[in-house]
């Protein structure tokens, strides 16, 4: 009898409890893993300055929780990606360096230039138990003649499970490697003919 009574008091408990295991509304934006294996490039591996991107989002929160509540950023978004795009690049062997405006870029005369806009960054917690992601960005790689090819390209996830404090932060990273690999591998493409 006193089971039957303390039932609803455990299932309420237990329910608290997960709710506050839930993430935050601040989202922390983790840098890719390291790779195991250091790359380096080839001596004859193509120079490449990467500028961030310019923000084009018309809302600078990253998204909403169930509440209504936003979900906020830790650091500038368009920069994370940007740096996500030069690691990912530096990882495909090209010899890669991070300039803060295209002028900075110019000055070091890479054999190309990326830039581009960040259209698109956003987390929704639909339950609470399941948060969906999306990006999407436009690249500019430019040679020192002028520009090369340019392409919009998108990303997206969908994650279910328990709630936990980091499952927002590590869904975001995970949508932006989804974003950067594919582009890396295009932008290697194209400077490696």
């Avoid at 998204?63 to 530096?90: H, I, K, M, P, Y």
């Avoid at 870029?105 to 948060?131: C, F, H, M, Q």
């Amino acid at each position: 009898m006193k089971l039957i009574r303390l039932a609803p008091l455990f299932v309420l408990s237990l329910a608290l409890l997960l709710s506050a295991c839930g993430p935050s509304n601040t989202v922390r934006l983790l840098p890719l893993p390291q790779p195991g294996v250091s790359v380096l490039p080839a001596p004859n591996a193509p120079r490449i300055s990467v500028v961030p991107f310019e923000d084009k989002r018309m809302d600078a929160n990253l998204g909403t929780r169930r509440d209504g509540s936003a979900f906020v950023a830790t650091e500038d978004v368009a920069q994370w990606v940007s740096r996500g795009l030069a690691d990912e690049l530096t990882r495909a062997g090209l010899q890669v360096s991070y300039a803060l405006t295209p002028g900075q870029a110019r000055s070091g005369n890479p054999d190309y230039i990326i830039t581009g806009k960040l259209e698109e960054v956003w987390i929704k917690e639909v339950s609470s138990t399941e948060l969906t992601t999306g990006m999407r960005a436009t690249y500019v790689l430019a040679s020192r003649s002028g520009k090369v090819s340019s392409e919009t390209l998108t990303s997206g996830q969908s994650r279910n499970g328990l709630p936990g404090g980091s499952v927002a932060d590590d869904l975001m990273r995970q949508t932006m490697l989804d974003l950067v690999q594919p582009m890396a591998a295009k932008i290697k493409q194209t400077v490696s003919h």
